[in-house]
Nanobody
Framework: QVQLKESGGGLVQAGDSLTLSCTCT??????????VGWFRQAPGREREIVSF????????WYRESVKGRFTLSRDNAKNTAYLQMNNLKPDDTAIYYC?????????????????WGQGTQVTVSS
């Protein structure tokens, strides 16, 4: 397991942008080997996958509702992954969690991820 910390959440209006950061406090070679996922959970709803990026940095998956609006990237030299969120909608309102998956392969299932951050709140007003 590794320690992860999210930052960058906030209150914005519909159509605005936010960039979430996920910083890992581990050696760079360790972070490099992990897949990183972003999940979100809205009140009364189950946690759902937003996007994940494999350790190779080239394979990225997005849920359908964020395709074309969200971009996930990673900077291994900074032990950080970024979720750029554009054209935000009220339905994007949730607590966003960063997670690490040690095989580097990633998954749409939260149960495959073994390291989690505390979450950061994103609120989009209409």
């Amino acid at each position: 397991q590794v320690q992860l910390k999210e930052s960058g959440g906030g209150l914005v209006q519909a159509g605005d942008s936010l960039t979430l950061s996920c910083t890992c406090t581990a050696a760079e070679r360790v972070f490099n080997s992990y897949a990183v996922g972003w999940f979100r959970q809205a009140p009364g709803r189950e946690r759902e996958i937003v996007s994940f990026i494999r350790s190779n940095g080239a394979d990225i998956w997005y849920r359908e509702s964020v395709k074309g609006r969200f971009t996930l990237s990673r900077d291994n030299a900074k032990n950080t992954a970024y979720l750029q969120m554009n054209n935000l909608k009220p339905d994007d309102t949730a607590i966003y969690y960063c997670a690490g998956e040690s095989t580097g392969w990633g998954s749409q299932s939260p149960s495959r991820f073994d390291s989690w951050g505390q979450g950061t709140q994103v609120t989009v007003s209409s």
